[in-house]
């Protein structure tokens, strides 16, 4: 699989689960800014790609902002470098020569060359997927699934209507969305419906203390911060829950329902409309006359078995 991330404390340990789980394989990652500028993001990246020792997984830049507008960081939920202000150690690793475009390309067509078409994460905004989906269209139609971290049927979280991954570039989700409809790309949308609910205890952070892991400390230091500052009720991981998911897919409900997103609204601009009307079936009705992406939307999930597992 190949992640798309802006690191971020959720995207950390959404990496560490992603280069460490023994069911999964992590092909590269690529970055894009957004909870915090890019240079931050890459840094935060390579930083913990370093401290796991995945040294052979690619990391491409890619956007510093996205495609109309500018960018609207979240350091205030992230710490002022990203990544919960821990005082890390400067990276070793270096990125890929690449851009991110170039290794989403290049990943995608080596993977599915050797028969096992990839699965694509965006857990950032979508900027570098939707600027991939538009250069290289047949190269994109070649991903085996898109799972993003973004959106969400009933819950919002940057404004009072949208969730801050598709708020950020909302027409990156949308080309996202149309060129999986177009290319019949199977996509699933890992919304805040479900993000809230997998939460490490305080009794989980305090196991992890106690691992003499690099991996294990960090993932204890992250996870501290989000209980520290947010979650009264345990710490959430965040984005590390859609890569959970892929190795428990039990853990969560999706229903494939038609998904738009909200470009112009004054005040909707960046909500994912989940249409769970039960009649919606005949496009020959749809005053919009687009058909909408038809997505696997996350409706609810088992917190506790993602965290374990995630664990
Ligand atoms: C999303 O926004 C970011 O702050 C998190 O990393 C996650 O991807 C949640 O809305
Ligand atoms: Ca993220």
């Known amino acids: 699989m190949i992640?798309?991330?802006?690191?971020?404390?959720?995207?950390?340990?959404?990496?560490?689960?992603?280069?460490?789980?023994?069911?999964?394989?992590?092909?590269?990652?690529?970055c894009v800014g957004g909870n915090a500028p890019l240079d931050d993001v890459v840094r935060n990246t390579l930083t913990v790609l370093g401290l796991l020792e995945v040294r052979d997984v690619p990391v491409g830049v890619g956007a510093a902002r996205p495609l109309l507008e500018e960018p609207v960081d979240a350091r205030h939920v992230h710490g002022s470098d990203g990544m919960a202000d821990l005082g890390l150690p400067a990276p070793l690793l270096e990125p890929d020569g690449r851009t991110a475009v170039e290794v989403l390309r290049d990943t995608v067509a080596t993977t599915a060359d050797a028969g096992t078409p990839p699965t694509l994460l965006p857990l950032a905004p979508m900027?570098?997927?939707?600027?991939?989906?538009?250069?290289?269209?047949?190269?994109?139609?070649?991903?085996?699934?898109?799972?993003?971290?973004g959106g969400g049927a009933e819950i919002s979280n940057a404004t009072a209507a949208a969730e801050f991954n598709v708020?950020?570039?909302?027409?990156?989700?949308?080309?996202?969305?149309?060129?999986?409809?177009?290319?019949?790309?199977?996509?699933?949308?890992?919304?805040?419906?479900?993000?809230?609910?997998?939460?490490?205890?305080?009794?989980?952070?305090?196991?992890?203390?106690g691992i003499d892991t690099a991996a294990a400390q960090l993932a204890a230091a992250l996870v501290s911060f989000h209980a520290r500052r947010f979650d009264a009720d345990g710490a959430t991981i965040g984005d590390a829950g859609a890569v959970t998911m892929l190795v428990c897919p039990?853990?969560?409900?999706?229903?494939?329902?038609?998904?738009?997103?909200?470009?112009?609204?004054?005040?909707?601009?960046?909500?994912?409309?989940v249409d769970r009307r039960d009649w919606t079936g005949d496009l020959a009705h749809d005053p919009h006359g687009l058909a909408p992406a038809q997505v696997d939307v996350a409706l609810e999930a088992d917190g506790p078995l993602l965290v374990d597992t995630w664990l």
């Open 250 to 273: 039990k853990a969560v409900r999706t229903e494939r329902l038609p998904v738009r997103v909200e470009l112009t609204g004054s005040f909707t601009r960046g909500r994912t409309i």
């Open 127 to 149: 900027t570098n997927i939707a600027l991939f989906a538009r250069l290289h269209p047949e190269v994109f139609a070649r991903l085996g699934q898109v799972v993003f971290m």
């Open 3 to 30: 992640l798309d991330v802006d690191t971020g404390v959720d995207d950390a340990c959404a990496l560490m689960v992603a280069a460490l789980h023994p069911g999964l394989d992590l092909k590269a990652v690529t």
């Open 167 to 209: 708020f950020h570039d909302p027409e990156a989700a949308a080309i996202v969305l149309d060129a999986c409809a177009t290319h019949e790309v199977p996509v699933t949308m890992y919304g805040l419906d479900v993000f809230y609910a997998p939460r490490v205890s305080d009794a989980q952070a305090e196991r992890l203390r």
